[in-house]
């Protein structure tokens, strides 16, 4: 580590950085600058820009270290990032960039004051996304909009892209609404029990994509788990802690915890990509509260993505055949952050008749990242039309990915382009298959 570094890493608030969780100058050590994550990571790929790469941003949090003040400039580099985590993947050395940017955009959120418009957009943001009965009061009229036909008159004419990219983003990307009943507090193991799991039920996963959730109980059910639902169980703090919001995420686990930990569940399982990797790292959250450490920690060790915990108790549920071609497309919060790439692949091989398809590029970000789309809306328009032509050229018939976001954003993306394949979450096809639902099930929604 050079000396500045190091002496750097051990003083007190000088330069950007305070001494609450600073950014670690060990980790900024270990990047070596050979450049093997500079074509993994969405920015650069747009803009060929040194200072939105992983190493760039790695070298700015390393000056703020040094004592460079946390210029506009410097935050907006930090804020360009998607925390997509492909720099993670691709990176020889392990630089552990997840926990940098973590631990810088906290020190941004707390010692940045950001201008009156930023402010306001991410104060509606936050009063919104992470509060899953505010966003299912938005159900009644979002599907009058819907069906008045006015969201497709309004994408048709453009005019919101000149006049307001950010609504323009959430116009194209609300989903066509579907009305399912709430899953109940329980729901019991079919056959023999194998394993009692708790499941997340989510803010945008349980007031858009209900059909996700509910497909989510049956395979379980299926597969010999009992379910154990709690309402108003809130959100699991993903969309604050990848946003620097670090104090609202820690309540978030806290509720969630307490919710949770009575319940004699086994596993504790998650079918949104970006909430599970956030689950996993809750003993880290929660490291600094004596009250809550140990059991964050155990909490977390029980967190299971559908897919891996379907393949680590065995599937025993009939498939039955389900004719359609499939492209695949990883989510970088379950592929990058979470390593889980392989189950959804071998679960969706194991459904008779379904052909998979690889999709070019697959470890670059659509550009959904959480509200990265909202905050961003040209670039990642511009990341999900790469996305979409990708997904298109496999041919397939359906997507799949297990990410509510990245669901939206491709959705979004293929509209734009003219082009037309239908959606699903692994857990909808899983579910399709065991049920004996053919093709049409999944691709005439
Ligand atoms: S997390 Fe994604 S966007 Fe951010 S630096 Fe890494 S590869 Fe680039
Ligand atoms: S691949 Fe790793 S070591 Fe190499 S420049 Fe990127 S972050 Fe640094």
Same mark, same amino acid.
């Given at each position: 580590m050079p000396d500045a570094l190091r002496a750097a890493g051990n003083a007190g608030a000088a330069g950007a950085f305070d001494d609450h969780h600073r950014p670690r100058a060990d980790q900024v050590a270990d990047c070596v600058h050979c450049g093997f994550c500079l074509t993994t990571c969405p920015t650069y790929v747009l803009w060929g820009e040194e200072m939105d790469s992983p &190493?760039?941003?790695?070298?700015?949090i390393a000056q703020g270290l040094e004592g460079e003040p946390l210029s506009t400039s410097m935050v907006t580099h930090v804020d360009r990032c998607l925390g997509c985590m492909a720099c993670v993947t691709a990176c020889p050395s392990g630089v552990r960039y997840d926990q940098l940017i973590e631990d810088t955009r906290a020190q941004v959120e707390r010692r940045h !004051?950001?201008?009156?418009?930023?402010?306001?957009? &991410? /104060?509606a943001i936050f009063a919104l996304f992470p509060y899953p009965r505010r966003l299912r009061l938005l159900r009644g009229p979002l599907w009058a909009y819907q069906r008045s036909g006015l969201q497709a008159l309004? *994408?048709?004419?453009?005019?919101?892209? &000149?006049?307001?990219p950010t609504l323009a983003t959430l116009n194209a990307l609300a989903p066509r609404l579907r009305g399912v009943p709430r899953p109940p507090r329980r729901v019991a193991a079919h056959g023999d029990r194998r394993a009692v799991v708790g499941m997340l039920t989510g803010c945008v996963?349980?007031?858009?994509?209900?059909?996700?959730? =509910?497909?989510?109980? &049956?395979?379980? +059910? +299926?597969?010999?788990?009992?379910?154990?639902? !709690?309402? *108003?169980q809130g959100c699991c703090g993903a969309l604050s802690v990848h946003n620097g919001r670090r104090a609202e995420a820690e309540r978030f686990a806290r509720r969630l915890i307490d919710t949770f930990e009575r319940s004699g569940m086994d596993y504790f399982v998650v079918n949104a990509a970006g909430c599970g990797s956030s689950l996993k790292e809750y003993g880290a959250l929660l490291a600094d509260d004596? /009250?809550?450490?140990?059991?964050?920690a155990t909490f977390a060790a029980k967190v299971r993505d559908l897919a891996e915990l379907l393949i680590e108790i065995g599937p025993v549920a009939e498939r039955h055949p389900l004719p359609v071609t499939v492209a695949y497309h990883d989510a970088c919060h379950l592929g990058h952050a979470q390593g889980i790439r392989a189950q959804p692949r071998t679960l969706l091989r194991g459904v008779p008749g379904l052909e998979l398809r690889e999709i070019a590029d697959p470890e670059i970000c659509c550009g959904s990242a959480g509200v990265w789309n909202v905050l961003n809306p040209e670039?990642?328009?511009?990341?999900?039309?790469?996305? +979409? +032509? =990708?997904?298109?050229a496999t041919g397939a018939s359906l997507l799949v990915t297990a990410n509510p976001g990245c669901l939206m954003q491709v959705a979004a993306a293929v509209r734009r382009q003219g082009g037309e394949i239908a959606l699903a979450h692994t857990a909808q096809v899983l579910d399709a298959s065991i049920r004996g639902l053919g093709p049409a099930a999944l691709t005439d929604r």
């Open positions: &190493r760039g941003r790695i070298h700015l !004051p950001r201008g009156a418009r930023d402010r306001a957009l &991410r /104060a309004i *994408g048709r004419t453009q005019l919101l892209e &000149r006049l307001a996963q349980s007031a858009f994509f209900p059909d996700v959730n =509910a497909a989510t109980v &049956r395979i379980l +059910a +299926a597969e010999g788990c009992d379910v154990l639902i !709690p309402p *108003g004596p /009250a809550y450490a140990t059991r964050a670039p990642a328009a511009a990341l999900g039309d790469r996305k +979409a +032509a =990708a997904v298109l």
